[in-house]
C-alpha cells in the first residue's frame, strides 16, 4: 500500500516523515532527497539537463544546484522542464523501492509536488501536512536562510493549501509537535487496519 504525504514548502513534512519513519512496519520514500542523489548520479538525467540548461549545469561533476534553481523558480515552464526530464527517472526508482519493500504494511511516499506531477495517481491513500502561511514562512528562512520573497515566490509554484486538502484522505495540522506525532499515531492505526483489507 502506497501512501502519499505532500503539503506546502514549510509545512513540515519531513517531521511528519520521520514520525512515520519510527514504524517498524513503515518505510519511508523522501522524493526531494531521492531526486537529488539522482541529478548527481544518473548519465541520463546528467546529459539532459546539460543539453536544456548547458555545461555550467555541472560543475565537479555535480548538479550545479544554485544554478538550475535561479532559473526554474523564475520561470515556470523551465521549472516544468526540469520536473519532465527529473521525475521519470524518480518514478523508475520508486518502483524498485516499492519493489523491495512489499513485505511492509506501507510506505509513505513523500513529495512536495505529489498532486503537480500527477505522483498522486499511484497512491492509495493521501497525507497533506498543514500549517498557517506565516509558520511556514518563518519556518522557511529559519532552515534555509532566505528572504520572504524568495519564500513567496517558491509557494507561488507550488498548489495552494485548499486545493491539496480537498484531494486528501487525511489532513495532518502540524502546528505543535506533540499534537502531530499524536495525529500520525492515529492514521498509523487506521492504515495498519487497511492493509488487513487489501
Given at each position: 500500500?502506497?501512501?502519499?504525504?505532500?503539503?506546502?514548502?514549510?509545512?513540515?513534512?519531513?517531521?511528519?516523515?520521520?514520525?512515520?519513519?519510527?514504524?517498524?512496519?513503515?518505510?519511508?520514500?523522501?522524493?526531494?532527497?531521492?531526486?537529488?542523489?539522482?541529478?548527481?548520479?544518473s548519465?541520463?538525467?546528467?546529459?539532459?539537463?546539460?543539453?536544456?540548461?548547458?555545461?555550467?549545469?555541472?560543475?565537479?561533476?555535480?548538479?550545479?544546484?544554485?544554478?538550475?534553481?535561479e532559473?526554474?523558480?523564475?520561470?515556470?515552464?523551465?521549472?516544468?522542464?526540469?520536473?519532465?526530464?527529473?521525475?521519470?527517472?524518480?518514478?523508475?526508482?520508486?518502483?524498485?523501492?516499492?519493489?523491495?519493500n512489499?513485505?511492509?504494511?506501507?510506505?509513505?511516499?513523500?513529495?512536495?509536488?505529489?498532486?503537480?506531477?500527477?505522483?498522486?495517481?499511484?497512491?492509495?491513500?493521501?497525507?497533506?501536512?498543514?500549517?498557517?502561511?506565516?509558520?511556514?514562512?518563518?519556518r522557511?528562512?529559519?532552515r534555509?536562510s532566505?528572504?520572504?520573497?524568495?519564500?513567496?515566490?517558491?509557494?507561488?509554484?507550488?498548489?495552494n493549501?485548499?486545493?491539496?486538502?480537498?484531494?486528501?484522505?487525511?489532513?495532518i495540522?502540524?502546528?505543535?509537535?506533540?499534537?502531530?506525532?499524536?495525529?500520525?499515531?492515529?492514521?498509523?492505526?487506521?492504515?495498519?487496519?487497511?492493509?488487513?483489507?487489501?
Amino acid at each position: 500500500m502506497i501512501i502519499g504525504l505532500t503539503g506546502g514548502i514549510g509545512s513540515g513534512k519531513t517531521t511528519v516523515a520521520k514520525f512515520f519513519s519510527e514504524f517498524d512496519n513503515v518505510v519511508v520514500y523522501i522524493a526531494d532527497l531521492e531526486a537529488k542523489k539522482l541529478m548527481n548520479s544518473s548519465v541520463i538525467i546528467k546529459d539532459k539537463l546539460i543539453k536544456e540548461f548547458g555545461e555550467v549545469s555541472f560543475v565537479n561533476q555535480k548538479i550545479n544546484r544554485k544554478y538550475i534553481s535561479e532559473i526554474v523558480f523564475n520561470d515556470k515552464q523551465k521549472l516544468s522542464v526540469l520536473n519532465a526530464i527529473v521525475h521519470p527517472e524518480v518514478k523508475k526508482h520508486f518502483q524498485d523501492f516499492v519493489e523491495l519493500n512489499a513485505h511492509k504494511a506501507y510506505i509513505i511516499y513523500e513529495n512536495a509536488i505529489l498532486f503537480e506531477s500527477k505522483s498522486n495517481l499511484f497512491c492509495d491513500f493521501i497525507i497533506t501536512v498543514y500549517a498557517d502561511v506565516k509558520t511556514k514562512i518563518e519556518r522557511v528562512i529559519l532552515r534555509d536562510s532566505s528572504t520572504k520573497e524568495d519564500v513567496k515566490s517558491r509557494m507561488n509554484n507550488q498548489w495552494n493549501d485548499f486545493k491539496k486538502i480537498v484531494q486528501s484522505n487525511y489532513i495532518i495540522y502540524n502546528e505543535n509537535l506533540d499534537e502531530t506525532k499524536n495525529q500520525v499515531n492515529k492514521i498509523h492505526n487506521i492504515l495498519t487496519e487497511k492493509t488487513y483489507f487489501i
